[in-house]
């Protein structure tokens, strides 16, 4: 289970892990700890509407929709995914210990879920919150010198990391397949509320938002949980 940030951070919102909340991860109507619903509200704010999906039609998306997968329980269709994004669809896929593995590969990018290296930069010192510095120039890494993360994964990869917790330990990967593009995360819980309740986090989301989403043109689908896809 995800951990809140220290009580010391005085933060507003923050709930006690026996809130309701809990088992309800990653839900854009939830304002507890672990809901997406700061997300929800900037996004929407910056004119890209937020639509959940549990039920995939592949054959239906358009170059209007950009698909967030945030710690997806169910296996992608990886084939359906590169042909979406090599005919230049836009992908954010954020997830740590979910079902993303394969996906990831296809894309040059392998998960790791053990440990970091010692020498790994942490929030007030707690082990869980660790920090990954900016590494790249990118539109994207403009946002913020750096991201908190929290019970994170890594990556390891060929592709250059735009954040890094040390050197060839990725946080954030930006990518291309074709014509379209992806931005991988290691963490899906970068952008719960509690997260984003840290300036660095809310300012890298928004960023992400503007970076990848054409204003009054676009919707954000978020696919999380047990995802199910069908067509091509």
């Known amino acids: 289970r995800r951990m809140a940030l220290p009580a010391l951070l005085v933060l507003g919102s923050l709930l006690a892990a026996s809130d309701p909340s809990v088992g309800r991860d990653f839900h854009i109507g939830h304002s507890g700890w672990n809901g997406l619903s ?33 710690h997806p329980e169910a296996r992608l269709d990886e084939d359906a995914a590169i042909s979406f994004l090599g005919a230049g669809g836009r992908m954010i896929l954020a997830d740590d210990f979910g079902q993303s593995a394969s996906l990831l590969s296809r894309l040059g990018i392998e998960r790791v879920t053990g440990p970091l290296p010692p020498g790994s930069l942490l929030y007030r010192q707690n082990p869980s919150l660790p920090v990954a510095t900016r590494s790249r120039e990118t539109p994207i890494a403009r946002a913020t010198s750096e991201l908190v993360a929290n019970h994170t994964a890594h990556f390891r990869s060929a592709l250059p990391a735009t954040y890094e917790f040390t050197a060839g330990v990725g946080l954030v990967i930006e990518g291309r397949v074709q014509r379209g593009r992806f931005v991988a995360i290691a963490d899906s819980s970068v952008f719960i509320n509690n997260m984003l309740e840290l300036n660095s986090n809310r300012d890298f989301l928004a960023r992400l938002l503007v970076e990848t989403c054409r204003v009054h043109r676009d919707r954000i689908l978020l696919l999380y949980g047990p995802i199910v896809g069908r067509g091509q």
């Open 38 to 70: 700061r997300m929800s509200e900037m996004a929407r704010g910056l004119g890209c509407p937020v639509e959940p999906v549990h039920q995939l039609d592949w054959s239906k998306l358009d170059g209007q929709d950009i698909l967030w997968v945030v």
